[in-house]
Antibody, heavy 125, light 107 residues
Framework: QVQLQESGPGLVKPSQTLSLTCSVS??????????WNWIRQRPGNALEWLGY???????DYNPSLKSRVTISADTSENQFSLKLSSVTAADTAVFYC??????????????????WGQGTTVTVS | DIQMTQSPSSLSASVGDRVTITCRAS??????LNWYQQKPGKAPKVLIY???SLQSGVPSRFSGSGSGTDFTLTISSLQPEDFATYYC?????????FGQGTKVELK
């Protein structure tokens, strides 16, 4: 059973860099076909996808965050990390790490988040 | 970005009711639509992927339909454990985007 666990500071000062790590157990982050994501949920708001690092190490980010977000992986520790720079109060949120898996239906591949971490609250103040 | 719009934003229902939530994508996303359930203080849980495929372990009272721009999530007979917030999400193209959520409350 795959489990994800976020860790990192719960309080970050404005203009600093928010850093979180996701520890993965029960699966290797190098396993083919999976994408390792960060998703946040601001107070009262919907879910926002921040980006992913794939099993092969490629990354994709939400352009709304411009160049502030970086996702990296440490395969030796089976972890992946999020860095969000120049934070403001608007970045206060619950941050989730999550695995996106693929599902094949009639030779078409569909992707969905099938495993989530419990979430960690980060306050910028 | 693809815009996902859910309706209603909230609804009140009773146990045993049939509940339908709609999600509209702009522009269209073929069948690349997922549904999630989130309970307070918990991470979301996937219910439906590919518009209509039921995730393993999810009760059969949940069903999804639609293609292109218009999608629905139906709960055939609402159970006490189904009171939660439901989100649609498109996986057609990044940035993957979510609807704003529909809160299902007890009438």
């Amino acid at each position: 059973q795959v489990q994800l666990q976020e860790s990192g500071p719960g309080l970050v000062k404005p203009s600093q860099t928010l850093s979180l790590t996701c520890s993965v157990s029960g699966d290797s982050i190098s396993s083919s076909g999976f994408y390792w994501n960060w998703i946040r949920q601001r107070p009262g708001n919907a879910l926002e996808w921040l980006g992913y690092i794939s099993y092969s190490g490629s990354t994709d980010y939400n352009p709304s965050l411009k160049s502030r977000v970086t996702i990296s992986a440490d395969t030796s520790e089976n972890q992946f990390s999020l860095k969000l720079s120049s934070v403001t109060a608007a970045d206060t949120a619950v941050f989730y790490c999550a695995r996106v898996s693929y599902y094949e239906i009639y030779s078409i591949y569909y992707y969905a988040v099938d495993v989530w971490g419990q979430g960690t609250t980060v306050t910028v103040s | 970005d693809i815009q996902m719009t859910q309706s209603p934003s909230s609804l009140s229902a009773s146990v045993g009711d049939r509940v339908t939530i709609t999600c509209r994508a702009s522009p269209g996303i073929s069948s690349y639509l997922n549904w999630y359930q989130q309970k307070p203080g918990k991470a979301p849980k996937v219910l439906i992927y590919g518009s209509s495929s039921l995730q393993s372990g999810v009760p059969s009272r949940f069903s999804g339909s639609g293609s292109g721009t218009d999608f629905t999530l139906t709960i055939s007979s609402l159970q006490p454990e189904d009171f939660a917030t439901y989100y649609c999400q498109q996986s057609y193209i990044t940035p993957w985007t979510f609807g704003q959520g529909t809160k299902v409350e007890l009438k």
